[in-house]
């Protein structure tokens, strides 16, 4: 079965620290990840993505993703926090096979707050 | 493009009143999808459908009903809504290779009294 775990429910830093939301995974395929960031009111926005090749991912507004095989974890990155950053943060993994496939499971959400 | 536009923004319905949400995508995907989310949950799916004609059940199905209406278009229907229907609900679509991420609507917050 397929399942995505973030074991934070909030991540709090201060503007101009590194920050890292967590997530790890569970897939029987290969794991196709994906972070969104949905900002209040609004719709889940794609971050990036990890399908094959390099284990650093770059995406959007300067997030990054680092995959690592061993840990079954795919977590998200930043180098200098923005306090524009806050928002509700999701980790999903694809079932790559058959009749699921583009079905995707999410994690729980974690909400990152920085503050000033 | 509009990408995936869904309609009504808010709604509140009395129990057992029935409602239809809309959903439509101009990206030509085949992939549609039906989540709602609710504080703590995450995202959980309802319904998807593969393609035009098709619909299959996801996690949450119970008291939903879904028509895939044409390649575009991907409704949602409540026919005696309950409280605990309350949540915002998301639709998506999604180029058919796995390598593609979905594309989000901006969702319709519903709430049920």
């Known amino acids: 079965a397929q399942s995505v775990a973030q074991p934070e429910d909030q991540v709090n830093v201060a503007e101009g620290n590194p920050l890292t939301v967590k997530c790890t995974y569970s897939?029987?395929?290969?794991?196709?990840l994906f972070w969104y960031v949905q900002y209040p009111n609004r719709g889940l926005q794609f971050l990036l993505k990890?399908?094959?090749?390099?284990?650093l991912v770059k995406g959007s507004y300067g997030f990054e993703a680092e995959f690592n095989k061993s840990q079954t974890s795919f977590h998200l990155k930043k180098p200098s926090a923005l306090v524009s950053d806050s928002a509700l943060y999701f980790c999903?993994?694809?079932?790559?096979?058959?009749?699921?496939?583009?079905?995707?499971?999410f994690g729980r959400g974690t909400q990152l707050t920085v503050w000033p | 493009n509009a990408g995936v536009t869904q309609t009504p923004k808010f709604q509140v319905l009395k129990t057992g009143q029935s409602m239809t949400l809309q959903c439509a995508q101009d990206?030509?995907?085949?992939?549609m999808y039906w989540y709602r989310q609710d504080p703590g949950m995450g995202l959980r799916l309802i319904y998807y459908?593969?393609?035009?004609?098709?619909?299959d059940k996801g996690e949450v199905p119970n008291g939903y009903n879904v028509s895939r209406l044409n390649k575009r278009e991907f409704s949602l229907r409540l026919e005696s809504a309950a409280p605990s229907q309350t949540s915002v609900y998301f639709c998506?679509?999604?180029?058919?290779?796995?390598?593609?991420?979905?594309?989000f609507g901006p969702g319709t917050r519903l709430t049920v009294l």
């Open positions: 998506a679509s999604f180029r058919d290779r796995a390598v593609n991420e979905q594309f």
């Open positions: 999903a993994v694809r079932d790559d096979r058959g009749s699921t496939l583009g079905r995707l499971y």
């Open positions: 990206m030509n995907h085949n992939s």
């Open positions: 990890y399908i094959t090749g390099d284990n």
């Open positions: 897939v029987s395929g290969n794991p196709y």
């Open positions: 459908s593969a393609s035009e004609g098709t619909t």
